[in-house]
């Protein structure tokens, strides 16, 4: 029997250069299942798949396997040197395939549920906003971080430094007037410990960035900076909070496991030679 995948819509070209289209995966023409293929906000050069599904009594054959390598060798015919694949945090076995096809982890999205009652701070840890003298010298320190982590899981550097100015391009237009966000300083008996950077989105709220002053670290900062993005986002009339973490930030991943938050999608990567 003989795996394929058919196109089961046209081609779709964006006006921002990238593109997309679905198939059915096909057993000598009988339709099992279907994937998604990509271009998205790394550029032309960077394929993705995803929504890969193959139908209950089809699968344990390989199916899978050949769909995924099947969609590489188009995205090549693209001109993409390389491949994410996101996959939802409860598909294992969709993880295990990837991972043995060569994707490694990049990073996972996170989130958690929440009651209607706002946790509390821990006894002398207050948060204010953040002042617009602060917020320069901290735009400048975010946006390092965020290009090293993503140097740090293999992307090009022009490319890191790219995707983090447009991170802060759209999520911040308006800097600290940005419509439903928060960048709010935390103090601990007056003395400034980290940041948190929360937007208000319609279905949740996310955190963008946390992150405890490296001076005080390993204090319990970190996880009163969490309980502050939760407690805004009640306030803000949310009931969920997600969040992106990257792969190898082990003490982050602990504590947002501990706190109650779930893996909803596992972000791979993979070059296509």
């Not at 099992?32 to 009594?57: K, Q, W, Y």
């Not at 050949?66 to 694949?85: H, N, P, Q, T, Y």
């Amino acid at each position: 029997m003989t795996t394929t995948l058919r196109p089961s819509e046209p081609l779709q070209r964006n006006a921002d250069g990238t593109q997309s289209r679905r198939y059915r995966v096909c057993v000598n023409s009988r339709p099992v299942g279907g994937i998604r293929l990509s271009t998205g906000p790394d550029g032309p050069s960077v394929a993705c798949v995803s929504d890969l599904h193959i139908a209950e009594p089809d699968r344990g054959r390989g199916r899978g396997t050949v769909a995924v390598l099947a969609a590489e060798e188009i995205a090549r015919s693209w001109g993409c040197k390389s491949i994410d694949a996101r996959v939802p945090g409860d598909a294992r076995v969709a993880l295990r395939l990837a991972t043995a096809l060569g994707y490694v982890l990049r990073s996972r999205n996170m989130s958690k549920p929440l009651g209607p009652t706002p946790p509390e701070l821990p006894v002398g840890t207050t948060a204010r906003p953040m002042t617009e003298a602060e917020y320069g010298p901290w735009l400048v320190h975010e946006r390092e971080v965020v290009a090293r982590s993503l140097i740090g899981v293999g992307v090009p550097a022009d490319a890191a430094y790219a995707r983090a100015d447009q991170g802060h391009a759209r999520f911040l237009p308006d800097g600290l007037a940005t419509e439903n966000t928060l960048i709010s300083v935390l103090e601990h008996e007056e003395t400034r410990v980290g940041v948190l950077w929360l937007g208000l989105w319609p279905d949740t709220a996310y955190v963008l960035d946390v992150e405890a002053d490296a001076r005080y670290r390993g204090r319990g900062h970190g996880r009163a900076l969490m309980l502050l993005a939760e407690a805004q986002a009640v306030a803000g009339g949310r009931d969920r909070i997600s969040l992106h973490v990257f792969a190898g930030n082990a003490p982050a991943e602990r504590l947002y496991e501990s706190l109650g938050y779930e893996t909803t999608h596992y972000n791979l990567h993979k070059p296509l030679i």
